[in-house]
């Protein structure tokens, strides 16, 4: 025993030696891994592009178009159509791409490469604004700092929307500044990593100063002046400023569709079994809108119902039978349910978070989704890619839209219905249907009328796949005219994310002081200041939404 002792105290002994000799920075080594203090900025930029994009396209193609009425669940339902959302979003997620592009930042400074600096300062400010739209107040100044250790840093304090809406369009004005060159002028760059605008600083330098825009104009009713200021600074200023104001500078990212991660969300062709892509359908409030419109994207966007109904008096009584594809019934077999008989596109109902059983007949009770009597989406919404099915982070329509209404209000940034019509047009384009826009521009209801009510409302329907503009211009305008529907968890439209339960409990005096600055409204309710509906700092005292 002793032996054996002596023998181990011996190996001990000489292989603390041997690695005592050796830097453990080195031993640390992942010899398979990326060192960040070497990396190659091109190496990070896809995934920050991408993750980025994804991110965005889930909110405005999922729960976000519920909250606008751009669609409706007709199962599982209760968080798209219901705001049931009981602080489960997380903004984790948005972190970890900041944390990529932070890397993305520091490495292009380190290297002097400037193209690179200006995309990460553009998805810096892109993703911050997300958060900050999102949610509120949230770490900023002291954000993306965990590693370099301390409370303060590992449990960040929580930034004023003023101090972060600043910090952001500080940001864009130095991207407009390092993206200011042609091409030639940077070196390093590597077209095909980036996957929006392979590699060009002419085309990223104007999605910088259309999110300047787009973040003046968020803050246009809390800062009236320094939202002016910015935004003739540049639209008068085009050869210094230049902006999206044509399709093919429109900001978006496609899908390659080769895996259920690199894919189209909620296609048919990962999910096999489609449950994902029968459960979201029109809804009522788009489809009566643009039909009342006689707007061409309706076709584009969404499939003609399979079987349409029709409500005959001069039917005998009980009747309920399918002829020649379409569904006839008596009135005493509707009874007093509303039933939409448009023969072409029906939409769903605003939050039902389960629908009247009677509603358009389904002839198969609780499998609501198979009911053929229902606009589905468009059948391209199965696919994993195709060439309409992109993530739009900053388009030509939004761009001319936020213009027009920057018009309306008096600043001095052109011609209000050119603007106005250009993001109809711009729209329209993009969905295929530009050649309709002579027509469509003239029908009632289209026609400009000089009104922001009419701005926002094509602003609404042009954000169709990125919703969370729509909601943030609700919220900020009250247009469109959105109301909540009859088993919403409350009977008005949502501001904001709730704050989510890992903050509360670990970040919390953090997380407290930030509630304590949230404006609780008459829909908080028993939420508290951590609700859904209370009002963060870019509405409060504008009487907006309500």
């Not at 300047?212 to 600074?233: C, T, W």
């Not at 895996?259 to 029968?278: H, I, L």
């Not at 009328?449 to 305008?477: H, P, Y």
């Amino acid at each position: 025993m002793k032996i054996r002792l002596i023998k181990a105290v011996a190996f001990t002994l000489l292989t603390g030696v041997f690695f005592s000799c050796e830097d453990l920075t080195k031993v640390n080594i992942n010899p398979n891994g990326v060192q960040p203090e070497v990396v190659n900025p091109n190496l990070v930029m896809p995934t920050v592009l991408t993750e980025m994009s994804k991110a965005y396209v889930n909110l405005g193609y999922q729960d976000i178009a519920g909250v606008v009425q751009h669609t409706q669940k007709d199962a599982w339902s209760s968080g798209h159509n219901d705001y049931d959302w009981g602080g489960n979003q997380s903004w984790s997620g948005y972190y970890d791409i900041l944390r990529n592009n932070d890397l993305l930042y520091s490495r292009s400074v380190a290297l002097n490469w400037e193209f690179q600096q200006g995309v990460a300062l553009v998805n810096k400010a892109f993703m911050f604004g997300l958060i900050t739209d999102l949610w509120g107040d949230a770490p900023y100044t002291n954000a993306l700092k965990g590693e370099t250790g301390g409370t303060d840093n590992i449990l960040p304090a929580y930034d004023s929307q003023e101090v972060i809406y600043t910090g952001i369009l500080a940001d864009l004005e130095k991207a407009n500044t390092l993206l200011s060159k042609q091409k030639s002028e940077y070196s390093n760059i590597v077209d095909n990593v980036d996957v929006i605008y392979s590699g060009d600083p002419t085309k990223w330098r104007k999605l910088a100063n259309s999110l300047a825009l787009r973040y003046y104009m968020r803050i246009s009713a809390k800062k009236p002046d320094v939202a002016k200021a910015g935004i003739e600074k540049i639209a008068k200023n085009p050869a210094n400023y230049p902006v999206i104001l044509a399709n093919s500078d429109d900001a978006t990212m496609g899908f390659p569709g080769t895996s259920d991660g690199t894919s189209w969300p909620a296609n048919a062709v990962y999910d096999v079994s489609g449950s994902n892509y029968r459960r979201i359908k029109m809804a009522n409030t788009l489809v009566d809108y643009l039909q009342g419109v006689k707007d061409p994207r309706l076709g584009i966007w969404a499939a003609k119902v399979e079987i349409p109904l029709v409500v005959d008096a001069t039917l005998p009584a009980k009747t309920d039978k399918i002829i020649d594809g379409k569904r006839y019934l008596s009135p005493d077999v509707v009874g007093n349910t509303k039933v939409d008989t448009d023969q072409e596109y029906v939409g769903l109902p605003t939050a039902f978070s389960q629908l009247p059983s009677a509603y358009n007949m389904n002839p198969t009770p609780g499998q609501t989704s198979f009911n053929p009597h229902v606009s589905f989406l468009a059948p391209m919404y199965k696919n994993a890619s195709g060439a309409l099915l992109r993530a739009r982070l900053v388009s030509a329509a939004e761009v001319n839209f936020i213009l027009a209404e920057a018009a309306l209000k008096g600043y001095a940034v052109g011609d209000a219905k050119t603007f106005y019509e250009n993001g109809v047009k711009a729209s329209l384009t993009t969905w295929g249907v530009g050649s309709t826009s002579t027509t469509y521009l003239a029908n009632p209801g289209v026609a400009f009328a000089g009104t922001v009510k009419q701005v926002m409302e094509q602003k609404w329907i042009a954000s169709w796949t990125a919703a969370t503009e729509a909601w943030f211009d609700f919220r900020r305008t009250g247009f469109p005219e959105l109301k909540a529907g009859p088993v919403a968890k409350r009977q008005a439209i949502p501001v904001r994310f709730y704050y989510m339960q890992d903050e509360l409990r670990i970040n919390s005096k953090n997380t407290a002081a930030a509630l304590d600055k949230l404006e609780v409204t008459n829909f908080s309710q028993a939420d508290g200041k951590n609700s859904a509906w209370s009002k963060p700092w870019v509405i409060q005292g504008t009487g907006k939404p309500y």
